[in-house]
């Protein structure tokens, strides 16, 4: 087979159907969208993470479940393939990326998952508005009558919802979001007669529609968080750089190409890390992984893994405590700025590889003994 069949084997080309337009009235999301669809949004999002677009829709498994597909990216430089997903959840979504990578051994796979559903913003711009209560009763059913009400409070809400919603797929997936957070629901009980005095939305008000994808390794793109400027720029500009930049403001760019200072800053924040020299052999595996390490952003930028790390320790953003490698408080103080975004579903994406090469050997030794294990190593 030639180098040009194997590197295209599994792609297919499909034309791009354009978007229905919003049930709503004109709105300032309408407007961007005028003659566009939801592959020139994705095709600048993959262009601006270093690949190729292409429209492919589905991609099968190792399992045999064949996962559905916004589009993907490929850079055959570097071997990776990064997968826009149609799952409504994160779960279904991280479950995919493995499967995928079983698959497609030669590319390593990075998933990424729209979410376009904001319900909680919604919860708490109504807590907002009674005045700190996490709870709807039937004396408030006539507010939602009011006109000015309703504008304050949902109609934002509902105007972004219909202007960025097919860039998520199907409604199918839509629905699933909308489902997810809708369950956090739940009746208010009188603590003295158990009769309910309305509905509670507080969970609902607490819940961010991007963490599990954070913990379980998966890319989110909280669309919700885009304006319409971000919206025009990524449309309206062939360079790619914009795009690079606004996505690396966003948090969104790291996930790709982890900053090797900050990516150690995290590793030694949420793992027992022994010494200098096993942060260096965890921080460079981001590479191994499909991850290729960008300039850093705390220190020098021309320092190798090694000398970075000892930055860290000479600005105290890090220190050599008794059992191993800690934060200090000035680390922890940075790691608050990024903890909660999309760039941060890459350090559970590393350390959860690291668990797995590490666990795995030892599930064999402990069920079959060492000798078998080596036996088993020298025939792969």
């Not at 034309?15 to 407007?31: G, H, M, N, R, V």
């Not at 961007?32 to 429209?55: E, I």
């Not at 405590?321 to 890459?346: A, M, N, Y």
Request: with cysteine; proline share 7%; glycine share 8%.
């Amino acid at each position: 087979m030639s180098s040009r069949r194997k590197k295209t084997k599994f792609i297919k080309k499909i034309k791009p159907k354009a978007e229905t337009a919003s049930p709503l009235a004109p709105s300032p999301f309408d407007q961007v969208f005028a003659g566009k669809n939801s592959s020139d949004f994705w095709h600048a999002f993959l262009k601006a993470v270093g690949t190729r677009p292409h429209d492919l829709k589905e991609i099968r498994g190792n399992s045999g479940v064949v996962h559905p597909l916004l589009a993907c990216g490929i850079d055959e430089g570097r071997k990776r393939l990064v997968v826009i997903s149609s799952e409504h959840d994160a779960r279904s979504a991280a479950m995919a990326q493995g499967d995928m990578q079983a698959a497609i051994g030669e590319f390593k796979v990075a998933v990424v998952r729209p979410v376009t559903i904001n319900l909680p913003l919604v919860a708490r711009t109504l807590k907002a508005v009674l005045g700190g209560r996490l709870t709807l009763g039937p004396k408030d059913v006539d507010r939602f009558k009011d006109p000015e009400f309703l504008s304050g409070v949902l109609t934002p809400f509902v105007q972004q919802t219909f202007g960025i919603i097919h860039l998520a797929g199907s409604i199918s997936t839509q629905v699933g979001q909308a489902i997810e957070q809708f369950a956090l629901l739940n009746l208010d009980e009188d603590s003295n007669t158990k009769l309910p005095n309305g509905i509670s939305f507080e969970r609902l008000a607490a819940f961010d529609p991007a963490a599990q994808d954070r913990i379980l390794g998966v890319c989110p793109v909280p669309i919700f968080d885009f304006t319409v400027e971000d919206l025009k720029t990524m449309l309206t500009t062939p360079d790619p750089g914009p795009t690079t930049n606004l996505l690396r403001g966003k948090g969104i760019s790291q996930y790709f190409f982890p900053p090797p200072d900050q990516l150690a800053l995290a590793v030694v924040e949420r793992e027992q890390v022994g010494s200098c020299s096993d942060l260096v052999q965890r921080v460079i595996h981001a590479p191994q992984v499909g991850h290729p390490l960008a300039e850093p952003e705390l220190t020098n930028t021309h320092a190798e893994v090694g000398e970075t790390i000892e930055m860290l320790l000479a600005k105290n953003l890090i220190v050599e405590g008794e059992v191993g490698l800690e934060t200090t408080p000035d680390g922890r103080s940075i790691r608050q700025t990024v903890r909660f975004k999309p760039r941060e579903g890459f350090v559970s994406k590393l350390i959860n590889q690291l668990k797995f090469e590490v666990s795995v050997p030892a599930l064999f030794k402990v069920k079959y003994g060492s000798d078998q294990v080596k036996t088993a190593e020298r025939a792969s």
